[in-house]
């Protein structure tokens, strides 16, 4: 098997038919014709195949602390993939949510932008409005791919160590020979080109040739993927930048409704609240992308793989039920409070914000496939990163101000927090442990913070809770762990759902964090992580 069938899943022919909209006619014609690329309209097309099915959300909250394993009594509802994940082993089991579809289709992703941009050029490069927007498109679909690849499958970033720690192949123009040659290069090297990708595609940025903007980087999920990746980054100025340009004048009007999602009440039916969350006219939505996927019923409470939870003990000392900065969590403080289904062989505790939406293929025998939806762009999240970047560059008056507008969206408290408010909370609480839970754990970032106990550490600890509930069932936290090289156990739960023992655990420079490539990739030659 050739490297570049595993990066690209093979031709241009493949990556058009998986487009996500409906597109013209001249996709219905002989592949051959299919790859003529002689026209914008048919540039604007090819682009809506440019963003992968395949999500990351699944297999990164069971790497995350976001999971406990829950024990013996779910032995039943185990499953090797999950267990392999869970344990941060080397994942030799294909799965919709697994290791080699991320792959992929993060390549297929990059491939079709590659094939786009080259069409662009040409034509005579991007001369009309469109065309300057559709190369803004492809570059940030391929930075935005390459981003995810980086962060999946390699250590986390680091300016002392990245460029001598295994990257990922960055190729920048669709193949032209029959058995291309990739090599990883470094993290350094890739956080180079993806910044080179995201600053020439910015002044390109425009919505006009979009008929389903939520579904495309448009203007304000490209700016949010900017921000994002300077936080990644470190380059904390960059960040507030492209997070200010994006958020705008008046952010708290973009942010979600959570009182609309409350008003269905609780039920066992999470289908409404999972839609409402991912409808493409929510202003707090940037960025829509559909996935084959179970997440669905990970996140639910369906008993699929309940081994392996997100359960009513971390939920009640760390995430969605325990005390915060404002005081209680519960029905009184939360306007949307998450839900908790336990007993039997199910302890899960919930936001009811993944859809399970089925696509049948064959109306006669009624078969298909599972998908779900992520929304990796939208205000909520956008407006903690830029309180992380005012943190760090020790704007702490604005930081607060963002962390009280997320803070009195998420719950309804009237409370204005201060830095000295934050310092005196987090000064009270004990650090984590395996067994003695708690929201605050120990950070060892690859860069200078101040010392534990004063007001910018408190503040991170307060950012990092924040964006742990903001994100929970999407997978980032586990960029955050990695990160801010946060240690984390894996915790076997006895039969009251509290830690019966600790199996493994996960330093701070452990090379485990590095997801290892997918054995079809190393057997087709391209290095594997070291472990």
């Known amino acids: 098997m050739k490297i570049n069938k595993i990066l690209y899943t ?84 294909s799965d919709n949510d697994g290791v080699l579809n991320i792959w992929q289709d993060c390549y297929n992703s990059i491939s079709v932008a590659n094939h786009a941009l080259q069409a662009i050029d040409e034509l005579g490069g991007p001369k009309t409005l469109k065309l300057k927007e559709c190369k803004a498109e492809a570059l940030m679909s391929r930075a935005y791919y390459h981003f995810l690849l980086v962060n999946e499958f390699c250590m986390p970033y680091d300016p002392a160590t990245a460029a001598t720690s295994l990257g990922v192949p960055y190729p920048t123009e669709p193949e032209t020979t029959l058995n291309p040659t990739y090599t990883r290069g470094n993290v350094a090297e890739v956080y180079e080109k993806i910044e080179k990708d995201i600053l020439e595609a910015i002044p390109l940025l425009g919505d006009t040739h979009y008929t389903q903007p939520k579904y495309h980087f448009n203007k304000q999920a490209a700016l949010a993927f900017a921000a994002r990746f300077f936080l990644f980054y470190q380059k904390w100025d960059l960040a507030v930048k492209y997070a200010n340009e994006c958020l705008g004048s008046n952010p708290k009007s973009l942010l979600r409704d959570w009182n609309e999602m409350q008003s269905y009440g609780i039920t066992d039916n999470l289908d409404p609240r999972a839609n409402l969350y991912i409808k493409a006219t929510n202003k707090c939505n940037f960025l829509i992308q559909p996935t084959i996927s179970m997440a669905g019923f990970f996140f639910s409470n369906y008993t699929y793989v309940t081994k392996y939870a997100h359960n009513s003990y971390i939920s009640k000392n760390e995430t969605l039920g325990a005390d915060q900065v404002w005081g209680v969590s519960d029905r009184t403080t939360l306007r949307c409070p998450g839900l908790a289904f336990k007993g039997g062989t199910t302890d899960r505790a919930l936001v009811a914000k993944v859809p399970r939406l089925f696509e049948e293929t064959d109306p006669i025998s009624q078969t298909g496939y599972w998908h779900s939806a992520i929304v990796p762009f939208r205000a909520d999240i956008l407006l903690l990163e830029r309180a992380e970047a005012y943190t760090m560059l020790k704007k702490y008056d604005l930081a607060c101000k963002d962390l009280t507008m997320w803070m009195q969206n998420w719950t309804k408290s009237t409370k204005t927090l201060t830095p000295e408010d934050i310092k005196t909370y987090y000064n009270s609480i004990a650090y984590y442990t395996s067994t003695s839970p708690t929201s605050k754990k120990h950070l060892y970032p690859s860069w200078q913070i101040d ?42 739960m006895n039969q009251n759902s509290e830690c019966d023992y600790v199996a493994d655990s996960l330093g701070t420079k452990d090379l485990r964090r590095a997801v290892q490539l997918p054995f079809n990739i190393i057997s087709a030659g391209l290095e594997k992580n070291p472990r």
């Open 10 to 93: 093979g031709s241009l022919a493949l990556a058009l038919s998986f487009s996500l909209t409906s597109c013209d006619s001249y996709l219905d014609e002989n592949p051959d014709n299919r790859a003529n690329l002689d026209s914008e309209d048919k540039i604007v097309s090819l682009l809506t195949s440019a963003y992968g099915q395949s999500g990351y959300a699944v297999l990164n909250e069971v790497l995350s602390d976001n999971t406990d394993d829950m024990g013996s009594r779910y032995v039943q509802y185990d499953n090797l993939f999950y267990r392999q994940a869970f344990y941060w082993k080397d994942i030799t089991e």
């Open 451 to 492: 010392a534990e106990g004063s007001v910018q550490e408190s503040m991170l600890q307060c950012v990092l809770n924040f964006k742990r509930i903001e994100t929970i069932h999407e997978g980032l936290r586990w960029f955050d762990v990695n990160r801010y090289g946060i240690n984390i156990t894996r915790r076997v």
